[in-house]
């Protein structure tokens, strides 16, 4: 028997691909999610403190970064893909066997 030598380097392989992508708690499409409302927060505070003040424009800004974090919490603990929740009873009226 003849050994074959390999011309290629042996590499070790990531096995973590198919894990989604988490950062500071947030999985997934949620980082793009706080991401988006951190900037809402930001702009908000920047047109509402040239508008009306600081601190109108502080508790507009307090209210969108912890409405959009509460948001964001419970959809995530829900699950990272959207589920269709059915509630009720549903009454079939044809079908066919009849």
Do not use: N
Request: hydrophobic share 45%.
């Amino acid at each position: 028997m003849a050994t074959v030598k390999s011309d290629y380097p042996d590499y070790p392989v990531f096995k973590g691909l198919q894990k989604p992508l988490e950062f500071l708690g947030l999985r997934g499409r949620y980082i793009v999610w706080a991401a988006i409302t951190v900037g809402g927060g930001l702009l908000s505070f920047m047109f509402g403190y040239m508008i009306f003040g600081f601190l109108i424009s502080l508790t507009l800004m307090t209210a969108i970064l912890s409405v959009g974090g509460v948001l964001i919490f419970v959809k995530q603990h829900k699950g990272l893909h959207t589920k269709k929740v059915s509630k009720g009873i549903y009454i079939f009226c044809h079908s066919r066997s009849y």
